[in-house]
């Protein structure tokens, strides 16, 4: 070991040593496909395990972990691994959906907020500061139950809370391109808005609006499981990891941990699978921290 | 790094929602100790602290339903129910039916005191009916045209028509006092019962003591503590010595827990599912769809009554904390054993579909008739476990046999608006024959929660109406059991099949081993309540 790896060792951050000897691209790279290897394999298993072991059967309830049924069994005898992929996946498309739209929406009120003058500007900052100001949850909660709760209510409510932090980044972005030389110049050169917003503007606000897409995710997924832990989400006989935790929490005093343990674990493996793809892309694509 | 602090504040995020219910549970139980002595050797002796019962939205007023079921602890009332379910006098000593049945006499003993001293009397009884039927709660009054007391220990009921069980009316209504009732009843209960309200932190615990000036034997335990628990709570509570009593679900049956032993007791608390009886035909009056096309057809019900194993269903979904059930009222005196189903046949099953014109044409393992699917959604109670176990696991049980059945979990309120127009489980199970009249006339089609799938048959109508109008309790009977099959018809699986009734639940308590709780019986609707009937002769042993 050569006395820069004891250094680095001396500094004590683990990922050092866990790629130790490449350069900070390659280890950035392989972050990147390592979470994104796991979070296609979960995709995978959506596809290849099949429904029936999610059926009832009563013969084999509450079975602890075994090599033919990884997370053991509920008490319904439902094979809890995957119930558990299953639920992810709902996860993931519930996290999809909603993260697009609030996306979509962060990047309309701030582009408008940043060029549409001081009115505009200060009506998305007051809907900013408002939606900021409600926790997310109880917003959620309403719009979950005034829809009915099912899925659609829980993609509509987590959609419309989480755009107001990236609005707010992308706003600041604009902001300072809007002073920038090039986009001076082609004002007076005549371009129209329109022009200069999709030519010169959206460019530069790619990165940030994909990136802020991801770190999205693992928010939007925890308060799926959230909302649906709560009550308020997904009917009980669905597949998704908050029904799958909270079911698990009447069952806990009897000693089945493995209801709640693989469930959360997985759960948590995807949302950090997710930030850490989130943050490495950001070192990526975003020259001011290249170097990170 | 931005990403980091995202993840820790998820982190907090979900520590905090775990750290919600945790301590949640725990705020809970903190009352127990602070008033009851967490200890059953600490506990004084003539206390009782149990988690065994919700608590009722009504309060504690009988006017509005408090006591249907079990002992209405504040109150009293006129008529009860020994342990082998025969009608006895309680306030009343003595009751006269008239030739015509349309007229009740009642007598009340002298000697009966209201807990804040004062007498109860006629008057007081004549309040209590007038003003139930007025409040138009779950205790339906409709039949009772007139009540008026005669002098001051005698009063008399006039009916609409014959009811041979308007007895069980006078078991389960207790009798409130005409000048201490006002808005605030429900939350300060003064009744002429053995016990008296101490205490009640909504959402939390009663406390009730023992009433001194009760007419009755003195119960034994003269300070009592319900705690308003969940049931894993209520399960841990039991486990921490917290609880003398604790109620618990199935899935909990089979775990020991030292100093206590398990209680099952058998009930008619039953769990069965409501098939929409006619085609889908229009809405109701508030606009709420009526009517199934698929589960209108009588093979589909059939099938479904003798295919399904009820007895896997009790070992699987209950624990084997359970029976078989076959009628809403399995066992009670009005029953008619014949419709007792040779069940978990799919043979005889599949013969029926198949002669009724069932048949998979397309080859995706469901049938078809003239292009209509056998396919139809069970809803059940998103928050009840056993349902839902039930309902999945009969959905499973008739996917082979080519009926597609779609297990859903809703809310009550969703149940309300989706109940006419499809299969729901239901439970009920009652002491009360009026049940089966409920369920089952067609005057009660779309009435509140009752005929909810729009069942009719001219012949039951009618034989229930007989049983209404006899004298006698064994010629009711008789009415009854023709009612369910008489050979030809009836509202049985053997007939019509409108229910499939699959279970009657196990009521599962853990009871302290040296805690005597007397001759229990068979348990109604309503877990927790009913259990505490005969809660004035418990004692330790």
Redesign the interface.
């Known amino acids: 070991m050569s006395k820069s790896g004891i250094s680095y060792l001396a500094a004590g951050s683990k990922e050092v040593r866990l790629f130790k000897g490449m350069n900070l691209r390659t280890k950035t790279l392989i972050s990147i496909g390592l979470t994104v290897v796991l979070l296609m394999l979960i995709i995978a298993g959506n596809f290849t395990l099949s429904a029936d072991n999610i059926s009832t059967n009563f013969e084999i309830k509450n079975q602890p972990p075994s090599a033919v049924n990884l997370f053991g069994t509920d008490w319904l005898g439902r094979d809890m691994f995957t119930r558990t992929v299953k639920g992810l996946n709902i996860s993931l498309a519930v996290g999809m959906i909603a993260s697009f739209v609030s996306a979509v929406i962060a990047l309309v009120l701030g582009i408008s907020a940043a060029t549409l003058g001081k009115r505009v500007d200060g009506l998305v900052t007051w809907l900013i500061d408002l939606f900021l100001g409600v926790p997310h949850l109880v917003i959620i909660i309403l719009i979950a139950f005034a829809m009915g709760g099912g899925i659609r209510g829980v993609i509509v409510g987590v959609a419309v809370t989480h755009w107001p932090s990236l609005a707010r980044v992308i706003r600041a972005e604009v902001m300072q391109l809007r002073s920038a030389d090039y986009i001076q110049v082609a004002q007076k050169l005549g371009k129209s808005r329109w022009w200069i917003a999709t030519k010169h503007l959206l460019p530069h606000l790619a990165p940030q609006f994909f990136i802020g897409l991801i770190l999205l995710f693992p928010h939007a997924i925890l308060h799926e499981a959230g909302i649906s832990f709560l009550g308020f989400g997904l009917s009980p006989e669905t597949p998704a990891i908050g029904i799958i935790l909270s079911e698990s929490m009447r069952y806990l005093s009897t000693g089945m941990w493995w209801l709640a343990f693989f469930p959360g674990l997985a759960l948590l493996v995807m949302v950090r699978s997710f930030d850490i793809l989130g943050s490495n892309l950001l070192l990526l694509f975003d020259p001011h921290r290249a170097r990170e | 790094?931005?990403?980091?602090k995202?993840?820790i504040f998820?982190l907090v995020?979900?520590s905090f929602?775990f750290a919600l219910?945790f301590f949640s549970g725990c705020f809970e139980q903190v009352p127990a100790t602070e008033n009851g002595g967490a200890d059953t050797d600490e506990a004084p002796k003539d206390e009782l602290i149990l988690a065994v019962g919700y608590e009722p939205d009504e309060g504690w007023d009988p006017v509005a339903g408090w006591g249907r079921y079990g002992s209405p602890l504040f109150q009293s009332t006129l008529l009860k129910r020994d342990s082998n379910l025969r009608i006895e006098n309680d306030l009343a000593t003595s009751y006269e039916v008239s030739e015509d049945a349309l007229t009740w006499t009642v007598t009340i003993r002298d000697d009966a005191v209201f807990s804040d001293g004062e007498k109860l009397t006629a008057g007081d009884v004549v309040f209590t009916f007038q003003k139930t039927k007025e409040s138009g709660s779950v205790v339906d009054l409709n039949l009772l045209t007139e009540v008026k007391a005669l002098d001051d220990y005698t009063i008399e009921f006039t009916l609409e028509r014959p009811h041979s069980a308007f007895s069980a009316i006078l078991v389960s209504t207790g009798i409130v006092p005409e000048h201490a009732y006002d808005s605030n009843y429900a939350e300060n209960p003064v009744g002429s019962g053995p016990f008296k309200l101490l205490q009640w932190d909504k959402g939390q615990q009663l406390i009730v003591e023992a009433n001194p000036l009760y007419y009755g034997e003195q119960p034994f335990f003269k300070r009592i503590t319900f705690l308003f628990l969940e049931?894993?709570a209520a399960?841990?509570a039991a486990?921490a010595g917290e609880v003398q009593i604790a109620a618990i679900?199935h899935?909990?049956g089979d775990?020991q827990v030292s100093g206590m032993s398990l209680v099952n007791l058998e009930s008619i608390d039953n769990r069965g599912i409501m098939f929409p009886f006619v085609k889908a035909s229009g809405e109701t009056e508030d606009g709420k769809p009526i009517g199934n096309d698929v589960t209108a057809d009588l093979a589909i019900r059939q099938a479904i009554n003798i295919a399904v194993d009820r007895q896997?269903l009790v070992?699987?979904?209950l624990n084997g904390f359970g029976t078989p059930a076959y009628t809403v009222c399995d066992h009670m005196p009005w029953w008619n054993p014949e419709t007792v189903l040779n069940d978990a046949d799919f043979e005889s099953a599949a013969a029926i579909l198949a002669e009724a014109g069932w048949e998979d044409t397309d080859g995706d393992g469901i049938l078809e008739k003239n292009g209509l699917k056998a396919s139809f959604s069970l809803i059940y109670p998103?928050?009840d476990?056993t349902r839902?176990?039930l309902?999945?696991?009969v959905?499973?049980m008739i996917r082979p046999l080519g009926i597609d059945i779609k297990?859903?979990?809703?809310?009550w309120d969703?149940i309300q608006e989706l109940m006419h127009s499809n299969a729901v489980l239901f439970g009920w199970g009652s002491y009360d024959p009026i049940e089966m009249f409920n369920l089952y006339h067609s005057s009660m089609a779309g009435f509140s929660w009752y005929n909810t799938g729009f069942y009719s048959n001219a012949a039951v109508d009618e034989y229930m109406e007989l049983a209404l109008s006899a004298t006698s309790e064994e010629e009711a009977n008789s009415y009854w059991k023709k009612a369910q099959w008489d050979g030809e018809t009836g509202f049985s699986g053997k007939a019509d099949a409108p229910w499939a009734w699959l279970v009657n639940l196990g009521h599962l308590y853990l009871v302290d081993e040296n805690l005597d709780i007397g001759k229990q019986k068979v348990q109604p609707h309503g877990h927790g309540w009913p259990f505490t009937d005969n809660i004035a002769e418990w004692k330790w042993r």
Do not use: N, T, Y
């Open positions: 790094m931005q990403g980091g995202r993840f998820s995020f979900i929602i219910f049931e894993d399960f841990a486990r679900p899935a909990f775990q896997a070992s699987g979904a998103a928050s476990m839902q176990a309902a999945l696991g959905a499973e297990a859903e979990g809703k809310s969703d």
